[in-house]
Nanobody, 114 residues
Framework: QVQLVESGGGLVQPGGSLRLSCAASGSIFGTATMGWYRQAPGNQREWVTTITSDGRTYYADSVKGRFTISRDNAKNTVYLQMNSLKPEDTAVYYC????????WGQGTQVTVSS
């Protein structure tokens, strides 16, 4: 059974940075596509970024140039470096693994506020 555990969320001022981590259990991490999604109160969950098993990355326009996704297959971990944070980035951030099916983490809260 795959489990995903996110960490690194918190409260940060506008313009600040945070790095989220998502640690995966199991042995399939290296062959899986990993992604980050977010959901703000009252909104639907939205896609943020994806990294494929061979390292290709894709970003939503709203975060392009500010967020960076990366992965460490030796540690079964995917990261989301978030810079130049804005209040509209406030949301619960979820990690997703895709390999034959989707697996989701429990989410970590990111709040951008002064």
């Amino acid at each position: 059974q795959v489990q995903l555990v996110e960490s690194g969320g918190g409260l940060v001022q506008p313009g600040g940075s945070l790095r989220l981590s998502c640690a995966a259990s199991g042995s399939i991490f290296g062959t899986a596509t990993m992604g980050w999604y977010r959901q703000a109160p009252g909104n639907q969950r939205e896609w943020v970024t994806t990294i494929t098993s061979d390292g290709r990355t894709y970003y939503a326009d709203s975060v392009k140039g500010r967020f960076t996704i990366s992965r460490d297959n030796a540690k079964n971990t995917v990261y989301l470096q978030m810079n130049s944070l804005k209040p509209e980035d406030t949301a619960v951030y979820y990690c997703k693994m895709t390999l034959l099916r989707d697996y989701w983490g429990q989410g970590t809260q990111v709040t951008v506020s002064s």
